[in-house]
């Protein structure tokens, strides 16, 4: 690659309370109309302290609630956006929300503002959004949001299987970085250092703080959810999400497939992330020990999931992505194969 192109979030605030000034937030980005897409949990946990905060800022906005991530809701939110003529559209709420007006607003070019109200994967800040339903089993590139309000005493009164889930998505970073290094080395493609580091320095907190996070403290959460941010703006300075998302990513996608609805993205990453480092001969001890201790699921069965369902999705990852060549690409696992190794991590 003789360039690539880097964006990146303008203005991010992180901060406990600091829902309670989202409208002077927006306000930077002068828009004139606003649409907030939600889930109606969310919705009716925060409505009043966001039209609170909304009012008397020069801006007309409108809500829509959406259940599900789907494309259907993505082109549900189009057209209520064209038709309401929004110029910027406002993902809050969990993954969900954020993934749906991620891609909505890449779609009819309005801006993009993520609020997330759960620290469960790094979508909060990337340019990717995961939408079920469409034409592919990974998540779709769009644009990164243009601004990012994290307001951590909401996040932190997430659920905590959701933190969790972060943990998992941050610490898969792990294995997403070394397939990344095997297709600079094997297949001569462009590798960035600085985004590489980046990224495992999110991973890193994760390692290095686990116990801390498992406990729920807030300034865990808020370290646990700038490195999500941050792993997030590396994936927009790496120009793709391959400092992100490796193998363990496709054996996340993978599962979505062949178990759908069982176990949380970031969840299955880090299922996926202790497979892909023993393949990596990297201290997927370490791993696990972190992901027990912030209450990650550190086995199929914590997951509720079949061990012959994690060796298929194993020997399938790699035929979603055939480009993407990780080291599942390189060894092509047969199910035999993938259940000794699910074994040797005890994963099954
Ligand atoms: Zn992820």
Known sequence: MDSHVMELPRIIQ?????????????????????????????WAKVSKVVEDALRGWGFTYSCLQVNYSTSKEVELAEKVAREFKADLIVGLGGGRSVDVAKLASYNCGAMFVSMPTSASHDGIASPFASIKGGNRPYSYNTKPPIGVLADVDLIAQAPRRLLASGCGDLVSKITAVRDWMLARDEKHEYYGKYAA???????????????????????????????????????????????????????????????????????????????????????????????????????????????DRVAEALVLAPALRPERYTILHKLRLSFEDAKALAKDVEVI
């Open 197 to 307: 580091n980046l990224a495992l320095m999110s991973a890193e907190i994760v390692l290095s703080e686990a116990k801390g996070i498992g406990g729920g403290g807030k300034e865990y959460v808020r370290d646990l959810v700038e490195a999500l941010i941050s792993a997030g703006v590396a994936a927009g300075i790496a120009g793709s999400s391959r400092p992100c998302s490796g193998s363990e990513h496709l054996f996340s996608h993978a599962l979505d497939i062949i178990a759908p609805n069982i176990g949380l993205h970031g969840e299955k990453c880090g299922l996926g992330a202790l497979m892909m480092a023993k393949l990596y001969n990297l201290d997927w001890e370490r791993l696990r020990c972190a992901l027990r201790d912030v209450n990650a699921p550190v086995s199929a069965l914590d997951l509720g999931l079949d061990a």
């Open 14 to 42: 992180i901060g406990y309370g600091v829902l309670k000034e989202a409208g002077r937030f927006l306000s930077k980005f002068s828009p004139e109309r606003v649409l907030i897409v939600s889930g109606p949990v969310v």
